[in-house]
């Protein structure tokens, strides 16, 4: 089992900052991916980041240059670097992570992220 627990949301106004950070405890060993994907109200949920096992990462392109995903094996954390953010970044984080074949790019969505995920965090992004 792995826990996920996710810090540092908060509010802050468009084209601003925020680092959000995922603690991973448990039988990390076993996971081939981890990354982040955010769930808003009225919304299907995107997977906007994730890092495999071998370092490949993927972002969505919706992030793409404006979120730095980074893997801290030293001490089990997975960060996501937000910069320049948008109206439409305003969602709940969760950080996730999976014990299967690893994440890939199927049909222009990031795939993969489906064993276990944390609480959560909110992200709000105002004008």
């Known amino acids: 089992q792995v826990q996920l627990v996710e810090s540092g949301g908060g509010s802050v106004q468009a084209g601003g900052s925020l680092r959000l950070s995922c603690a991973a405890s448990?039988?990390?060993?076993?996971?081939?991916?981890m990354g982040w994907f955010r769930q808003a109200p009225g919304k299907e949920r995107e997977t906007v980041a994730a890092?495999?096992?071998?370092?490949?990462?993927l972002y969505a392109n919706s992030v793409k240059g404006r979120f730095t995903i980074s893997k801290y094996v030293a001490n089990n954390t997975l960060d996501l670097q937000m910069n320049n953010l948008e109206l439409e970044d305003t969602a709940r984080y969760f950080c996730?992570?999976?014990?299967?074949?690893?994440?890939?790019?199927?049909?222009?969505?990031?795939?993969?992220?489906?064993?276990?995920w944390g609480r959560g965090t909110q992200v709000t992004v105002s004008s």
């Open positions: 448990g039988y990390t060993d076993s996971t081939n991916c």
């Open positions: 996730a992570a999976d014990s299967g074949g690893g994440c890939a790019v199927i049909g222009g969505a990031i795939r993969g992220l489906t064993s276990h």
């Open positions: 890092i495999n096992g071998d370092g490949r990462i």
